[in-house]
C-alpha cells in the first residue's frame, strides 16, 4: 500500500476542524495535523512536509493569505486549499494571488472534500517524483574571487533555483588587509546571492597534501552533490594544486566541473555551456564586492565578465553562458 497522505488542517473553528479531520482520516486513511492556532501553522508544516495544506481564509490575529505565504517559504509547492464562509470575489481573487490552488465555500461536502484532497496530494507526489534532483553546490577556489569569476553565474542561478550553495576558499589572496579583507569580500560575495562561504588560510606553501584533507572534510560537511573547482589548464601553481587536490577528495561526488579562472590557458577546452541569461547581474554583484576601494585587477571589470560570457554564447544557448569542462557525470562514483 502506499504512504498514506499527510494534510494540516488550519482552522480556528474547532468544530469544522475535527469534521475535516474525521473525514480525511476515515474516507482517505490521511496522517492528518489539526492546527488551531496560527503561531503553530509553520511548526506543524515543518514537522509534517504535508501533501496538502487545508486553511480557513480567516484566522484570529491573522490572515489565511498571509498563512499561505509563510507555508510557501518552508515548502513552495505544497498545495493549499483555502476554505471560508463568505463567499466574495475579493476572498477568491487574494487567494489564487496567493497560490492557492482552491477555494471553496463552506460548508464542504465530505465528498467535495474527498475529491479535492486526493486528486491534489496525488498530483503533488507525481510532482515530486518527477522533479529533477535538488542539487548541493560547493564550489571551490585557490583565492577570493576566483569562484566568482569563474562560476558566478551558475552559482546565482542554483541559489534561485532553491539550491544549496557552498563557496570554498583555501587562502587570503594578496590584497592588503589579510584574512580579514578576505573574509569580509567573500562573505559579502557570497550574502549577495544567498550562498555560504568557508574560509580556509592554507597559507602559501601549503602541500596538495594538506588541501587533499581540507577539501575532504568540507565535502564531508557539505555532502555535495555538484563540485565546481579550477580547470587543470592554468599558468597560476595555485590554481592547478586546488584543482589537483579536489579531484583526488571528491571521489565520491557524482558530477565535478571545471571552471575558466582568471589565468586559464588557451588549453581550456569546455565541453558544457550553461545559459545564465537573468544571472550576469547577479554575477557582476558578487565581481563587486572585490577591492571596491583599491584598484581593482582588469579581470573584475564588469564589461570584461560580459563580453567572455557573450563569447561562450555562440557554442551553448541564450546570450549569455559560463563555460565547464565536465570531469565526471554519473550516478557512478569512485571510492
Same mark, same amino acid.
Given at each position: 500500500m502506499s504512504e498514506p497522505y499527510r494534510v494540516v488542517v488550519i482552522e480556528d473553528d474547532v468544530d469544522v476542524a475535527i469534521y475535516t479531520r474525521t473525514v480525511l482520516e476515515k474516507r482517505l486513511g490521511c496522517v492528518v495535523a489539526m492546527v488551531t492556532d496560527p503561531r503553530r501553522v509553520q511548526e506543524a508544516v515543518g514537522i509534517l512536509k504535508p501533501d496538502v495544506v487545508i486553511t480557513d481564509i480567516e484566522m484570529p490575529g491573522v490572515s489565511g493569505l498571509d498563512l499561505i505565504a509563510g507555508i510557501r517559504e518552508l515548502q513552495p509547492d505544497v498545495p493549499v486549499i483555502v476554505m471560508t464562509a463568505h463567499v466574495s470575489v475579493d476572498y477568491a481573487v487574494g487567494a489564487l494571488r496567493n497560490h492557492a490552488n482552491e477555494?471553496? !465555500?463552506?460548508?464542504?461536502?465530505? $465528498?467535495?472534500?474527498?475529491? *479535492?484532497?486526493?486528486?491534489? $496530494?496525488?498530483?503533488?507526489?507525481?510532482?515530486? %517524483?518527477? %522533479?529533477? +534532483? @535538488?542539487?548541493?553546490? /560547493? =564550489?571551490?577556489? =585557490? *583565492?577570493?574571487?576566483?569562484? +566568482?569569476?569563474?562560476?558566478?553565474?551558475? /552559482?546565482? =542561478? *542554483?541559489? $534561485?533555483?532553491?539550491?544549496?550553495? !557552498?563557496?570554498? !576558499?583555501?587562502?587570503?589572496?594578496? @590584497?592588503?588587509?589579510?584574512?580579514?579583507? =578576505?573574509? +569580509?569580500?567573500?562573505? %559579502?560575495? %557570497? $550574502?549577495?546571492?544567498?550562498? !555560504?562561504?568557508?574560509?580556509?588560510?592554507?597559507g602559501d606553501q601549503q602541500s596538495t597534501e594538506s588541501m587533499i584533507d581540507v577539501v575532504r572534510r568540507v565535502v564531508a560537511e557539505v555532502n555535495p552533490t555538484v563540485v565546481y573547482v579550477h580547470s587543470a589548464t592554468d599558468r597560476h601553481l595555485d590554481h592547478r594544486k586546488v584543482h589537483d587536490a579536489t579531484i583526488v577528495a571528491t571521489g565520491a561526488v557524482r558530477t565535478v566541473a571545471c571552471y575558466q579562472g582568471s589565468t586559464a590557458t588557451v588549453e581550456f577546452h569546455p565541453n558544457r555551456f550553461v545559459t545564465i541569461d537573468g544571472f550576469t547581474d547577479a554575477k557582476l554583484g558578487m565581481l563587486a564586492h572585490f577591492a571596491a576601494n583599491t584598484e581593482r585587477p582588469a579581470y573584475l571589470d564588469a564589461g570584461l565578465a560580459l563580453a567572455t560570457a557573450r563569447y561562450w554564447s555562440r557554442f551553448g544557448e541564450g546570450q549569455y553562458c559560463e563555460p565547464l569542462e565536465i570531469v565526471r557525470e554519473s550516478g557512478q562514483v569512485t571510492g
Open positions: 477555494f471553496l !465555500t463552506k460548508p464542504v461536502s465530505s $465528498a467535495d472534500l474527498v475529491s *479535492h484532497v486526493s486528486r491534489l $496530494a496525488e498530483a503533488s507526489r507525481q510532482a515530486a %517524483a518527477n %522533479a529533477p +534532483e @535538488r542539487q548541493v553546490v /560547493l =564550489a571551490i577556489g =585557490a *583565492h577570493p574571487d576566483d569562484i +566568482e569569476v569563474g562560476v558566478g553565474g551558475i /552559482l546565482a =542561478a *542554483h541559489r $534561485a533555483a532553491g539550491e544549496d550553495v !557552498t563557496l570554498l !576558499t583555501l587562502s587570503r589572496g594578496m @590584497r592588503d588587509g589579510g584574512v580579514r579583507t =578576505a573574509w +569580509e569580500e567573500g562573505s %559579502a560575495s %557570497a $550574502a549577495s546571492i544567498g550562498a !555560504t562561504l568557508i574560509l580556509e588560510d592554507t
